[in-house]
C-alpha cells in the first residue's frame, strides 16, 4: 500500500508499506521524503536516538482510503544503508485487518496461528 504524508495539508513523503507486524498492527516500509520534509522537524528517531513524538502534527493518507486511524513515527538515518522508515501503528485492529487482508505477512501469520504454529 502506497501512503503519502501531510503537515497542514503540505506533502512530506511517501512511502509503500511493504512489512507489517500483525499481531502489532504495524505496518512500515521506506520513506522518501519531499523538499518540504525537515528531519528536525518530522522525524521521531534521528541517528538511532529517540528526539520526541513528531507525528502528532502528521496525516497518512492511503490513494483510495483517505485518512488512516493510524500514529506515524519516521526513523530517519544519514547511512544511506539505513535510510528514512515510516511506520504506521494502527488504532484499530478491524482498519488494519481490512487494510491488509490480503498481504503476504498478514495471511502468513493468521494461517500460522490457525495451524497452531
Same mark, same amino acid.
Given at each position: 500500500?502506497?501512503?503519502?504524508?501531510?503537515?497542514?495539508?503540505?506533502?512530506?513523503?511517501?512511502?509503500?508499506?511493504?512489512?507489517?507486524? /500483525? /499481531?502489532?498492527?504495524? #505496518?512500515?516500509? /521506506?520513506?522518501? /521524503?519531499?523538499?518540504?520534509?525537515?528531519?528536525?522537524?518530522?522525524?521521531?528517531?534521528?541517528?538511532?536516538?529517540?528526539?520526541?513524538?513528531?507525528?502528532?502534527?502528521?496525516?497518512?493518507?492511503?490513494?483510495?482510503?483517505?485518512?488512516?486511524?493510524?500514529?506515524?513515527?519516521?526513523?530517519?538515518?544519514?547511512?544511506?544503508?539505513?535510510? #528514512?522508515?515510516?511506520?504506521?501503528?494502527?488504532?484499530?485492529?478491524?482498519?488494519?485487518?481490512?487494510?491488509? #487482508?490480503?498481504?503476504?505477512?498478514?495471511?502468513?501469520?493468521?494461517?500460522?496461528?490457525?495451524?497452531?504454529?
Amino acid at each position: 500500500m502506497h501512503v503519502k504524508i501531510f503537515e497542514r495539508g503540505i506533502l512530506v513523503g511517501s512511502a509503500t508499506l511493504k512489512n507489517l507486524d /500483525p /499481531p502489532m498492527g504495524v #505496518a512500515f516500509g /521506506p520513506f522518501l /521524503p519531499t523538499p518540504d520534509y525537515a528531519r528536525d522537524a518530522h522525524a521521531n528517531v534521528v541517528e538511532g536516538q529517540y528526539v520526541g513524538d513528531r507525528g502528532l502534527v502528521l496525516v497518512a493518507i492511503a490513494d483510495q482510503r483517505g485518512a488512516l486511524d493510524a500514529s506515524i513515527a519516521i526513523e530517519d538515518w544519514a547511512d544511506v544503508e539505513f535510510g #528514512a522508515q515510516l511506520t504506521l501503528f494502527f488504532r484499530d485492529g478491524e482498519n488494519f485487518a481490512a487494510l491488509f #487482508a490480503q498481504h503476504p505477512d498478514y495471511m502468513a501469520y493468521f494461517t500460522s496461528c490457525a495451524n497452531g504454529s
